[in-house]
């Protein structure tokens, strides 16, 4: 499974923006999707989840309420909708597929399949 994110960018802080993960496979619905970031200096950090059918998804505290991840499986494509960012938002984003089930969605290692990251930096 290839994964391309797009959309990714300079936003003024309060600004919203919209990426995009195309996932190229047959049985995307098999997948679960992440969302992942990664601050300089920090560590790979988990920032939201959706299940396969799309009925069920999880966020970090940290961007809870700002964001919304989606998914259109006939487009084969996951997405993530950010609002109301914040300078501290700013970081590369990745996603992330696993064809597993499992109780777990937010380590790194719980995902199989990774994108190559798109920056987003939000200046104050």
């Known amino acids: 499974v290839h994964l391309v994110e797009s959309g990714g960018g300079l936003v003024q802080a309060g600004g919203s923006l919209r990426l995009s993960c195309a996932a190229s496979?047959?049985?995307?619905?098999?997948?679960?999707m992440g969302w992942f970031r990664q601050a300089p200096g920090k560590e790979r950090e988990f920032v939201a989840y959706i299940r396969r059918s799309g009925g069920s998804t999880n966020y970090a505290d940290s961007v809870k309420g700002r964001f919304t991840i989606s998914r259109d499986n006939a487009k084969n494509t996951v997405y993530l909708h950010m609002n109301s960012l914040k300078p501290e938002d700013t970081a590369v984003y990745y996603c992330?597929?696993?064809?597993?089930?499992?109780?777990?969605?937010?380590?790194?290692?719980?995902?199989?399949?990774w994108g190559q990251g798109t920056q987003i930096t939000v200046s104050s």
């Open positions: 992330a597929a696993t064809p597993y089930i499992s109780g777990s969605y937010y380590r790194i290692e719980d995902y199989t399949y």
């Open positions: 496979t047959l049985t995307f619905s098999g997948y679960a």
